[in-house]
């Protein structure tokens, strides 16, 4: 179980952000206890990856407050960078290099001594053995997604940040990285913050969803209470009522 007293994981108050007229993110507060796993939802352009791409130091808010594992991101980032990850289907690693080329330059990026056994260790895990001397270019989705996952957690990962860890996954496979990722939490403590469109992986992983609508959260809870809260039997028609403006059933 988490320890009550180590600092929520994730902290962002009134955060903001405008790209020239456009306001992607208009005054977001959440908070992500430490060793939980919640979920970013929320439909196209609802502000998910901006979120995520401030959480990882790659924009700048217009405004607001974003302390990531006790620190201020904004004025503490290169100290708290080390202790995160993040892995998405959506970015690729180099298609010429091999399976443990591409780890092996990773690790270097990370500073990490004993690498060698590192990436053994979690090729082991992943099941990427037969891989490792493969070029990453001609590797399948579930493959890169596993490769991906060995390099967002070379670092042993406080906070890992994941875009749609099982998009374009046949059901065997994305059960197969869902179950990973849940003994991974449980094993570490980390704390996994994803964002999803795949309502069946949020009601199984995350202890609470935040629903996002027009750079807002709109609604959060964990998954028990928001299918009370609009008298649906399942997160999917909970997303649509957000998404088309009905009210949850006890407002
Ligand atoms: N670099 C940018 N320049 C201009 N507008 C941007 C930029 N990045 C995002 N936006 C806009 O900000 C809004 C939020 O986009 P964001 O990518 O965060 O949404 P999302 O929830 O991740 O959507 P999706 O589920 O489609 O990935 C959208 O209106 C988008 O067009």
């Not at 708290?80 to 091999?98: I, K, Q």
Request: proline share 6%; hydrophobic share 40%.
């Amino acid at each position: 179980m988490p320890e009550p007293t180590l600092p929520p994981a994730i902290r962002v108050q009134g955060l903001t952000k405008r790209f020239g007229g456009v306001t992607a993110l208009d005054g977001v507060d959440f908070t992500v206890p430490a060793g939980h796993t919640v979920a970013l939802l929320g439909g196209n352009g609802a502000g998910k990856t901006t979120t995520i791409s401030i959480l990882l130091g790659l924009l700048l808010p217009t405004a607001g407050k974003v302390e990531v594992l006790g620190q201020d991101m904004l004025r503490e980032r290169y100290r708290v960078l080390p202790r995160m990850n993040f892995s998405s289907p959506y970015v690729d690693l180099p298609h010429r290099l091999t399976v443990e080329e591409n780890l092996t330059v990773y690790a270097h990026l990370y500073g990490l001594t004993g690498h060698k056994r590192r990436i053994r260790a979690l090729a082991e895990e992943l099941d990427l053995v037969p891989l490792l001397n493969r070029p990453s270019g001609g590797l399948s989705a579930g493959q890169k997604t596993r490769v991906a996952l060995a390099k967002a957690l070379l670092n042993e990962p406080e906070l890992l940040l994941l875009d749609e860890p099982t998009a374009s996954l046949d059901p065997d496979t994305a059960d197969w990285i869902r179950t990973y990722l849940e003994r991974f939490r449980v094993r570490t403590g980390a704390t996994i913050l994803l964002a999803s469109h795949n309502m069946a992986e949020v009601e199984r992983l995350c202890h609470t969803v935040l629903m996002m609508k027009k750079g807002r959260v709109v609604d959060q809870g964990t998954p028990t209470d928001l299918l009370a809260r609009y008298g649906r039997g399942n997160l999917e028609d909970v997303f649509l009522d957000i998404a088309r403006d009905r009210r949850a059933a006890a407002e």
